[in-house]
């Protein structure tokens, strides 16, 4: 089946801690996106890609990075400089010439 | 100044009536594309319908179709013959400006409405 799949579901990080959020995509779609949901709030940006070792910051990414070293895959590391990464991680991508954009199922990343 | 604004924090519908989902936008760019996106309690985003600037008539999908009144700034999302179904979190989004190949562009999401479908 064609999709986004995003790893793992849950996802919890110790204090100091670096962690990889995983985010795939078989739909041959050139763009991919990254956001962030807190609850009671809408989407916020923090990176995106239009083509394979390139990519943008959004409105949030400090204390995130990325890569885009194949088209298929945009991996999000929340570093420990994010001190307040509780929330929900949506990845989205979109085709070239279209501005769709099409979502994963998400990973919620804890605090422990 | 928020870019998508979503009056209505909670909705509620009794099943097979219609409702009609508010959002207004801020731009000052000719050109943009606006869309819904239904969020259900298992997270993904879905999405339902979409309508550029230019576009002459409102735009529908099924169910869904979208009531876009330029001069006013807004696009509201109507649901007709409610289903329980649609029960989610329903989420409006703006592309600002004309579509950049090479760098992309930036969606802007409003808080969402949570729509409850009433049996």
């Known amino acids: 089946d064609g999709g986004i799949t995003q790893s793992p579901k849950y996802l919890f990080r110790k204090e100091g801690q670096n962690v990889t959020l995983s985010c795939e995509q078989n739909?041959?779609?050139?763009?991919m996106y990254w956001y962030r949901q807190d609850p009671g709030q809408g989407l916020r940006l923090i990176y995106y890609?239009?083509?394979?070792?390139?990519?943008q910051k959004g409105d949030i990414a400090e204390g995130y990075s990325v890569s885009r070293e194949k088209k298929e895959s945009f991996p999000l590391t929340v570093t420990s400089a994010q001190k307040n990464p509780t929330a929900f991680y949506l990845c989205?991508?979109?085709?070239?010439?279209?501005?769709?954009?099409?979502f994963g199922p998400g990973t919620r990343l804890l605090v422990l | 100044a928020q870019k998508i604004t979503q009056t209505q924090p909670g909705m509620f519908v009794q099943e097979k009536e219609a409702v009609t989902l508010d959002c207004t936008y801020d731009?000052?760019?000719?050109?943009?594309?606006l869309f819904w996106y239904k969020q259900p309690s298992s997270g993904e985003m879905i999405f339902l319908i979409y309508?550029?600037?230019?576009?002459?008539q409102n735009a529908t999908e099924g169910r869904y179709s979208l009531n876009f009144q330029k001069a006013r700034k807004s696009a509201n999302l109507v649901i007709s013959a409610s289903q329980l179904g649609d029960s989610a979190m329903y989420f409006c989004?703006?592309?600002?400006?004309?579509?950049?190949?090479?760098?992309?562009?930036?969606?802007?999401f409003g808080t969402g409405t949570s729509l409850t479908v009433i049996p």
């Open positions: 989205a991508s979109s085709i070239y010439g279209q501005e769709t954009q099409y």
């Open positions: 739909l041959n779609h050139d763009a």
């Open positions: 890609s239009q083509i394979v070792n390139d990519f």
């Open positions: 731009t000052s760019d000719p050109s943009y594309g």
């Open positions: 309508q550029g600037s230019y576009d002459q």
């Open positions: 989004a703006m592309r600002e400006g004309l579509i950049r190949w090479n760098t992309g562009n930036q969606f802007y």
